[in-house]
C-alpha cells in the first residue's frame, strides 16, 4: 500500500513571528523554518504504519519553492521512500496546492493521502478537505488514532463531545491531530541516508494545474499587546471592577 | 583663494581686537575669547586647504561602476551544510528535550540512566564517524559535524553529552588509525544501534599533567606489551568494554593501546569528582596487564599521537562552547524577568554587560573551535590553532560558568537552577585531555 504525506515548510514553532511594517505578511527572511509540526506528526504515523507492514511505500510531497528540498530531505530522514517535489516559487493558494497534491496522488496511484490538520503559518485547515472533494474520497481529519486494515482505515478523531471513530474505504485522506503520536528524533545515520533518496520534481504545467487567484491576502497585523492587569485589593473591589468592564 | 584667506585675515583681526579689550576681562570673557580663536583660526586654515583641491569629472559614466558581489563560498562564511545542520537540530532537540531534563538526576547519581544511554545510542551518534562498508553512515570525514554534534549535545548537558560521545572517541580512533586487524576485530561491535560503552583513557593523576609525559608505562615483550599505571577520570570507566589508553612506549614515547576491559590486571575505581558526575568518571588501574602485539594503535606514531591529543582537544572545546551557549541562553530570559529594586535585573549595567561580555566570548570561543576542526578535517597543521581555542574555551567556559551562578544570584548557588552544575562543569575544560574525539 502506497501513501502520499504532504508535508510542508513553514516558520519553526519557536519563532517569535513578526509581522512586516507594511502589513503584507510576516517576516520569514532570515527566519528558522521547518516541518510543519502537524505533518510531522502524519510523516511519524505513515512511518509507523510502514514498521508494522501495513503500508510498502511512504512518498513525501511538498508545494513551494526551491528551499522547500529542506523539508523533503527531513522527511526522507523520517522514513519516507522517495519525495516529489512541485516546485514553484511564489505565494500558493490553498486550492492550487490542493489541486497539485490531488494530481499526484492519482498519479501514484497511493491508497492513503496523509496531511497534517492545519499548517503552523496560516492555519488555513483546508489542504486534507480540499483534497478530498477534488478526489471524491472519504476523509477522516483531526485523527487521534488510525488503523490500517485491508481496504479500510478505521479512524478514532477528537470532537468537541468526545471521540468519534469512522471507518473509511481506502483510498482515504487522513489528517493528524496532535495527540495522534509523538514524532521520534531523526536519527543521525538516517539523516545521513536522506541525500541519497530520490526526490522527482514536478511543476503545476506538468501535473495539469492551473494555478488560482482565488484569495488575496489584504492586511496583516500584530495581536493587540496585552495591556498590564490590575491589582485589587477586595472582593468588593474586585466586583466593582468587573462590573466597571460589563463583565457582570 | 585669496578671497578666502583675506576673509581670514579679517576675522582674525577682529577677534584678536576683540580679545585685546580690557572689557573682555572684566565681563570673565577671556578664556571662551581665546578659544573662540584658537577655534577659529583651526577650522579657517582647514577650510584653505580643503578648498585647494577642484573636482572634475575626467569621464563620464553611463551607470555607477560598483565591485561585484562575491559568492557566499567565501573566507567566513561559516553555514553548516544543510545535512550539517539537520544533524545538529537532531541533536540539539535531543539535548534540550532529553538530556537537560535527565540531568540533575544523572549528576546526583553520578550516572546516567541505562535507558538515557541507549535512547542516545539508538540517535545514532556512533555511527557517524563509522565507515558504511563497516554498516555505520559516515561518508567522508568530517570534524565540523562532529564539533556541531558535540556542541549541540552539550547544550542539553555537558557531563552527559560526554557520557553519550565516550564510545565514538574510541571508534573513531580505530577508523582513523586501526589497520585491518584492530578494524575487524572491534569495529563491527559499534555498527549497531547499541553501541559498546567505550572510553579514550589519557587523563593521569598527576600535578600539572602532561599528555606526552605519562607515567603509565608500557614495556616491549617478545609477544607484546605489559601496561603499568593509572589512568584517571575516564568516562563510563566502569561499564565500558573497550579502552584506547596512553601509555608511554619505552624507547619510543607515547603510544596508544587497545585494551579490552576484561584483560587480567585492569581494574577500576569510581572517582566521582566536581564536575562530570554524570559521565561516571573513573580511574582505570592497570597492573602487569599483558597485551598481545595488535594492541598497539597507529604503530606508536608520535604524529598520530599527537593529533589524536589535539582532536580530543577540540572536542572538548565544542562541549564547552555548547554549555556556555546553554548558560547564556538561560541566563537572557532571567534577567530580563526577575525584579530587584523594582526593575528587571537587566536595566542594571553589571549585569548587562556580563551578559553582553558572555555571548562575545562564546561566539570568539566557537569561531576559534570551528577553525581548528575544519582545518583538521582539511589534513591541515591544526595544532596552533587547537592550543587558541582551548585556552579560550577553558578561561571563558569558566567565567561564564561562574557568571551564570552570579546573575543568578541565590538561585545559582542552589540545585533547582542548573547554573551551578555547568559551572562545575566547564571547570574541567581547562585541565582535561582526551575525552572526546570528534
Known sequence: ?248 | MNVAKDAMGLGLRVLNRFAGLKAVDKLGLRKPAEKAIFGASRAGFATVGAASRVFKSTQKLVQPARLTQRSGDGLFDLTPSEEQEMLRDSCRSFADEQLRPAALAADTACAATPELLASASELGIHLLGLPESLGGAGQERSAMTSVLVAEALAHGDLSLAVACLAPSAVSNALVLWGDSEQQSAYLPAFAGEKSPAAALAIQEPSALFDPFKLSVKARRTPDGYVLDGVKSLVPRAAQAELFIVAAHLEGRGPALFIVESSTAGLSIQAEPAMGLRAAATGRVVLDNVVLANRALLGNGSADIYATCISLARVGWCAVAVGTAQAALDYLVPYVNERVAFGEPISHRQAVAFTVANAAIEIEGMRLLTYRAASRAEQSKSFFEETALARRLCADKGMQIGSDAVQLLGGHGFVKEHPAERWYRDLRAVGFIEGVLLV
Open chain 1, 1 to 248: 500500500m502506497k501513501a502520499l504525506v504532504s508535508v510542508k515548510r513553514a516558520v519553526d514553532y519557536n519563532v517569535r513571528i513578526q509581522v512586516k511594517p507594511d502589513g503584507s505578511g510576516v517576516v520569514t527572511e532570515g527566519v528558522k523554518h521547518s516541518m510543519n509540526p502537524f505533518d510531522e506528526i502524519a510523516m511519524e504515523e505513515a512511518v509507523r504504519l510502514k514498521e508494522k507492514g501495513k503500508i510498502t511505500e511512504i512518498i513525501a510531497i511538498t508545494v513551494g519553492g526551491a528551499k522547500n528540498e529542506e523539508t523533503l530531505r527531513s522527511a526522507l530522514a523520517f522514513g519516507a521512500d522517495r519525495a516529489i517535489h512541485i516546485k514553484e516559487e511564489g505565494e500558493i493558494q490553498p486550492l492550487t496546492a490542493a489541486k497539485a497534491l490531488a494530481a499526484a496522488f492519482k498519479k501514484e496511484g497511493a491508497q492513503v493521502f496523509f496531511a497534517g490538520k492545519q499548517a503552523i503559518d496560516d492555519d488555513a485547515n483546508q489542504t486534507g478537505q480540499m483534497v478530498a472533494s477534488l478526489l471524491d474520497l472519504p476523509q477522516a481529519t483531526f485523527a487521534s488514532k488510525v488503523e490500517l486494515d485491508g481496504n479500510k482505515a478505521t479512524v478514532t478523531r477528537e470532537v468537541d463531545a468526545g471521540l468519534e471513530t469512522l471507518e473509511v474505504d481506502l483510498p482515504a485522506v487522513i489528517t493528524a491531530d496532535l495527540r495522534l503520536n509523538e514524532p521520534r528524533y531523526l536519527k543521525l545515520p538516517d539523516i545521513m541516508k536522506a541525500k541519497k533518496k530520490p526526490i522527482d520534481v514536478q511543476s503545476f504545467s506538468s501535473l495539469g494545474v492551473t494555478p488560482g487567484a482565488g484569495l488575496k491576502t489584504t492586511k496583516t497585523s500584530a495581536p493587540p499587546k496585552r495591556s498590564k492587569g490590575i491589582v485589587v485589593k477586595t472582593v468588593d473591589e474586585l466586583v466593582a471592577a468587573l462590573k466597571g468592564k460589563g463583565l457582570l
